[in-house]
Nanobody, 124 residues
Framework: QVQLVESGGGLVQAGGSLRLSCAAS???????LGWFRQPPGKEREFVAA????????NYADSVKGRFTISSDSAKNTVYLQMNSLTPEDTAVYYC??????????????????WGQGTQVTVSS
């Protein structure tokens, strides 16, 4: 049973940066790697996704230009570099793995492996 373990969350001031990591305990046998977040009192939403064999990421408009998703297949790890953070980025961040076309990589229902979530809090 493959597990996803997240790390890197914490408290940061507005304008700062954080790098989240998501390490898989083994091969996921899934082509989509994604990050989702759930702000306080809101629904879980798409943040970023990448196809396993690609360097091109898919991003929500709210994070485009500030966040970068990347992966290291040798380490079975996915990263989310978050820059220029604002209080609106405060949320529990989840990494996930799933199967589907790259054009649908923002669709949460395609993901069936999930990390436990890590809290990111951005203060003003």
């Amino acid at each position: 049973q493959v597990q996803l373990v997240e790390s890197g969350g914490g408290l940061v001031q507005a304008g700062g940066s954080l790098r989240l990591s998501c390490a898989a305990s083994g091969r996921t046998f899934r082509n989509l790697l994604g990050w989702f977040r759930q702000p306080p009192g809101k629904e879980r939403e798409f943040v970023a996704a990448i196809v396993r064999t690609s360097d091109n990421g898919n991003y929500a408009d709210s994070v485009k230009g500030r966040f970068t998703i990347s992966s290291d297949s040798a380490k079975n790890t996915v990263y989310l570099q978050m820059n220029s953070l604002t209080p609106e980025d405060t949320a529990v961040y989840y990494c996930a793995a799933g199967v589907g076309p790259a054009t649908n990589s923002a669709t949460m229902k395609l993901y069936d492996l999930w990390g436990q979530g890590t809290q990111v809090t951005v203060s003003s």
